[in-house]
């Protein structure tokens, strides 16, 4: 069963989004010139930025199966992407095969993708709803449409909140979208950090923003503030590659990127 839940909406092709860069940094097909153009400034501050995109992918799939081999077969995907196989209905549903999934992002391009996004199993269910994470109460209100939120759901936040800035409270976003969730529900977050190479990240940083979007890297102490009144699961929050890696992984080298998953009690 699948539904749409969105309007269409014209892509602007006249500066980089970031969902499109990081597309790219997966060596994807679904960017446009301005895109390649600012990751591949990227690109030459950091040369292992396609690592950095690889483990945080990674992740996901890691944590997507942990949550689902937990009993929960609800997951609230916001910030979803440009789909790029495996997705997160793909992962979890090869472990439940009826696990419903909600996908939230706000880039017209992977609204145009959204019919990949919506083909799960038959047994399962997949949505999508082109939203922003900043406004939290309209994505509760579309995943209540779509999900039993009397029952656990797993809140997927990957690589989004670092474009949330300090002024639109991140922190609040978070609990907004926890909040109506119930106890035994997980959060599992990803967020690029700068505290492995400070100069580097803000000389990233900078092209961002010309680019016209904010990025906010941020501490380790900053990224387990988003875990607050949860219980984290082992080993907590730490650097991607390092949250129960795997045989076969593409980057086993440490990223840039803290990670984390954790329960509601």
Known sequence: MTDTGFSPERIDTGKPHSARMYD?????????TVDAEAAGKVLELFPGVKDTAWANRE???????FVARRGVDQFLDVGTGIPTEPNLHQVVQAVTPSAQVVYADNDPIVLRHAEALL?????????????????????VAYARDHLDLDRPVALSLIALLPFVSDEQDPYGIVRTLLDPLPPGSYLTLSHVSAEFDPEVWERITAVYRSGGTQVRARSHAEVTRFFDGLELCGPGVVAATNWHPEPGMRVVREQPVYVGVARKP
Do not use: Q
Request: net charge neutral; aromatic share 14%; proline share 5%.
């Open 119 to 139: 083909h799960g199993t038959p047994e399962g269910r997949t949505a999508y709803l082109h939203a922003d994470v900043r406004e939290p109460e309209r994505i």
């Open 59 to 65: 992740f996901m799939h890691r944590a997507a199966r």
């Open 24 to 32: 790219w940094f997966l060596d994807g097909k679904d960017h446009y």
